[in-house]
């Protein structure tokens, strides 16, 4: 496109679509949620004769916040300055809530908006932004608590099979059945694949404690999230300090503000930080998460939503990996085109598609729409 000082953002269309899960019975659990369904809030912002699109995993009420609170606000800023429109919003949701459905909405306008300024420029979002990698490692996520041993052992093996070289289930729920799945997980993975698992804040102190030696001892587990709830800060950096040396605390993923981040850090209280563009403030706010995790010189992990995590996280100088979750992958694959599947254990943008690389399929996603119009 010829040089322009900048582009007017002329509109925001928003839509949310609700995704059944495939789990037993309809269902699916962690340790401490049952769910039934993923619901997907999608942003489609409109500058330049093109149009960007974003997304969040969050409850319908996120949509209705952007209507009702940021798009007046983000109509007429300028499309090729993101972080300018950034900065209107968080000032915007001041008295209406920023953590929670203020930083998703924020989040999802934020990634529309970078979507539609790579458009703007012809090239894919990775290399729109200052990134320091061309890939972004991922691991197998799902193994929930409600799985049969089978369909467990089964999903997480088929991810090791596709050359992913790490993958997590889910524990906490029933501590008494863990012993038995892990059993089962490591036999079907080998001894050489790293094994992970997420309590989702199920455990107390004392028993994520003793659970932590178990796992690190008996099944060679390297990865424990969140083993208590993550706004108990204190009872992380307990469990960093006193747990197994080659067994990491990571948190994050409920981070919703940059203080989220940086008292996770203080101490630090994890080993790994994790973070959620599409929860954070998006690619801006990601971004600054980023520096926090350089500064303290402690690792950045991508908390799901594949699509734009494989991009925005290229930008992220001290990335870990990224979280290939079984519900994202699912719903992604179902509502766009220009998905990403893993080659050698990672997601590698494409460098033929501008943005994001994605294309809404709305004859696909209508059936499951439950708030916007489709495009005219």
Known sequence: M?????????????HAFRVATDGPGGHEEDGTLRWDSTTLVLVEADGGGHTGIGYTYGDVSVAMFVESVLASVVRGGDALAPPAVWERMVAAIRNAGRPGVGAMAVSVVDIALWDLKARLLGLPLFQVLPSFHDRVPVYGSGGFTNYPLDRLT?????W??????????????RPDDDARRLTAVRDAIGPETELMVDANGALTRKDALYWARRFADEWDVRWFEEPVSSDDVAGLRLLRERGPGRLEIAAGEYGFVLKDFADLLDGPAVDCLQADVTRCGGITGLSQVAGLASARQIDLSAHCAPAVSAHSFCAVRRLRHLEYFHDH?????????GTLSPVDGALCPARDRAGLGLEVRWDDAEPYRVHGRRPS
């Open 2 to 14: 010829p040089e322009r000082e900048s582009v007017e953002v002329r509109d925001l269309r928003v």
């Open 154 to 158: 089964g999903q997480l093996g088929k």
């Open 160 to 173: 090791v099979e596709q050359g992913i070289p790490r993958v997590k289930l889910k524990v906490g729920r």
């Open 329 to 337: 992958v699912r719903v992604e694959r179902l509502l766009f085109d």
